[in-house]
């Protein structure tokens, strides 16, 4: 029981399971954010052009049996929505990791290297040894 409790714990801590975890916990908080966007403003403001609220009410009578197609335009109208503002969010945030990126090249400094007298290979400016070939420099 020990050895299973100890395999259970090596995978369940791995590095991997825990990143999926918190991206899946990030993901189901980042859902409710867009949804409440879609929800809260561009359903009202596509509402405005349809001149329509409530799209549940939408249903075609054959006979007896009742077909709510207004349920199906309302999914199309929510995934093409989320879609769009999926497109904007994700095309902003990697605008901003390009700047970011673009302010870390400049500001990187490459320290001046030099060669090792011995081996010839580029070793730090300041270094007493060359990690190379070990030896002492001057």
Sequence with gaps: MKKIWNEFKAFAFKGNVVDLAVGMIIGSSFTAIVNSLVNSVVMPLFSLITQ???????????????????????????????????????????????????????????????????????IHKEATRCPHCTSELK
């Design 52 to 122: 329509k609220n409530n799209y549940e009410e939408m249903k075609w009578m054959i006979g007896a049996t009742e077909i709510p197609y207004g349920l199906f335009l309302q999914a199309v109208i929510n995934f093409a929505a989320i879609a769009v503002c999926l497109f904007f969010i994700v095309k902003v945030i990697n605008k901003l990791n390009s700047l970011a990126r673009k302010e870390e090249k400049k500001e990187e400094v490459k320290e001046p290297a030099r060669l090792c007298p011995f081996c010839k290979s580029e």
